[in-house]
């Protein structure tokens, strides 16, 4: 009850802001949901021009808009062309997929359902920007419904015909509005799944024969699905060259963007030349904006996220270790697949918006996978300790 509260009090905030700070009619969110009233219109003068508009693949160069409008739409036929009312039910629909996840993360963990809750439910950021007629939110909400049903599918061993259609369905419009979320997504499960047979193997000797084996056939197999995957988009994800050259464009265009512009310097159009950029980029996309690159309130905000980020990142390396993390993450499928995807995706992220507005927005589908997995690693950590207690205590006894 009280995240769902919390939810649509995050789309009546979204609103508010988004009407004082940029008036009705002058955001990327009004357009949405005026296209999306308009499309709606169409069902009740013509509901098979409606379907057809709604089914039939946009010749458009970017898909992200009309997908946005196209969803947009079922909520808008439900709240009565308002702003607030269509706002509050796309929140509440995408705080299934939130909920989901969390419930998935409770049924590992079930000692941690507070820190898991402050993670998926009630980090700040993505509340807001997770709440609102945006791309964000019908983003976030498909990584969540990818994630949840993977694991149904291939590590619980529950074959539904329904997590099979929200996978596939999240997958598709995942890869129709922001595909940069996807590859990083599917490189992680990927990773995890094979480290998750790799693990079950008992035999030390088979471990270290197949370990090269499928580091090999991770790497080629990986950048086949990459290939396969760019070359059924097409257009600006034709092919690695086309899409190195648009990152490099779109993050030139985002320092254009307002005054809160940032620039990690020059970017080569090449992989080891985007691979320099690797540490600072994922510094950026995880702590990034600082306060003293505070320029407005909603920076202010991220700031103070950002910090308590950190502060938590530092606690997680000191108390934790290095090389119990590494371990975790390696023998752990959970643990590797949160934090493989959020390193890859704030890479990706740090690298490319070159604005910190558009950061705080473009980041929130990382930031309920890092808080969770250093919430995990923590918890290890504490088991480890008390079960060295015990240990000793009873060595005390004897």
């Given amino acids: 009850i009280i995240g769902i509260a919390a939810k649509i009090l995050a789309a009546i905030a979204f609103c508010v802001v988004y009407n004082t700070f940029y008036g009705a009619g002058n955001?990327?969110?009004?357009?949405?949901?005026?296209?999306?009233?308009?499309?709606?219109?169409?069902?009740?003068?013509?509901?098979?021009?409606?379907?057809?508009?709604?089914?039939?693949?946009s010749v458009a160069s970017s898909l992200a808009i009309p997908t946005t409008i196209r969803l947009t739409s079922l909520f808008a036929i439900f709240g009565f062309n308002g702003f607030l009312t269509t706002t509050i039910l796309v929140s509440v629909a995408s705080f299934l997929a939130t909920w989901k996840f969390y419930l998935l993360l409770c049924e590992n963990y079930p000692k941690l359902k507070t820190e898991f809750a402050i993670a998926c439910l009630f980090i700040p950021s993505v509340l807001f920007w997770g709440s609102g007629i945006l791309k964000d939110t019908y983003t976030h909400a498909a990584a969540l419904s990818i994630f949840y049903c993977f694991y149904r599918l291939f590590i619980s061993k529950r074959f539904k015909f329904l997590y099979i259609l929200i996978l596939i369905?999240?997958?598709?419009?995942?890869?129709?509005?922001?595909?940069?979320?996807?590859?990083?997504?599917?490189?992680?499960?990927?990773?995890?799944?094979?480290?998750?047979?790799f693990n079950k193997l008992r035999s030390i000797l088979v471990r270290a024969i197949l370990f090269p084996v499928i580091s090999v056939m991770l790497f080629v197999s990986g950048s086949f699905?990459?290939?396969?995957?760019?070359?059924?988009?097409?257009?600006?994800?034709?092919?690695?060259?086309?899409?190195?050259?648009?990152?490099?464009?779109?993050?030139?265009?985002m320092?254009?963007?307002?005054?809160?512009?940032?620039?990690?310097?020059?970017?080569?159009?090449?992989?080891?030349?985007?691979?320099?950029?690797?540490?600072?980029?994922?510094?950026?996309?995880?702590?990034?904006?600082?306060?003293?690159?505070?320029?407005?309130?909603?920076?202010?905000?991220?700031?103070?996220?950002?910090l308590l980020l950190s502060l938590l990142i530092i606690f997680v390396i000191l108390f934790v270790g290095p090389w119990l993390i590494v371990k975790e993450i390696f023998s752990n499928q959970l643990v590797m697949v949160l934090m493989v995807f959020s390193i890859t995706f704030a890479f990706f992220v740090g690298l490319t918006s070159s604005n910190f507005g558009a950061l705080t927005r473009f980041k929130i589908p990382l930031v309920p996978f890092f808080f969770s997995g250093l919430f995990i690693l923590i918890n290890h950590k504490i088991m480890q300790i008390k079960k060295y207690q015990v240990c000793n205590g009873l060595e005390e006894r004897l």
Avoid: C
């Fill in 27 to 57: 955001s990327d969110s009004y357009w949405y949901f005026h296209g999306a009233v308009e499309l709606k219109n169409t069902l009740y003068i013509s509901p098979s021009s409606y379907f057809s508009k709604f089914f039939v693949q």
């Fill in 169 to 197: 369905v999240s997958i598709y419009v995942l890869a129709l509005i922001k595909p940069y979320i996807l590859f990083p997504l599917i490189f992680a499960l990927f990773v995890s799944y094979a480290f998750y047979i």
């Fill in 225 to 253: 699905i990459l290939d396969y995957s760019f070359s059924i988009m097409g257009g600006q994800y034709a092919d690695m060259d086309v899409v190195i050259g648009n990152l490099i464009t779109f993050k030139e265009a």
């Fill in 255 to 306: 320092k254009l963007e307002g005054n809160s512009s940032y620039d990690l310097g020059k970017v080569e159009k090449s992989i080891p030349g985007i691979l320099q950029k690797f540490p600072s980029a994922v510094v950026t996309g995880l702590n990034r904006p600082f306060f003293w690159e505070v320029k407005n309130l909603l920076m202010l905000m991220s700031s103070i996220e950002n």
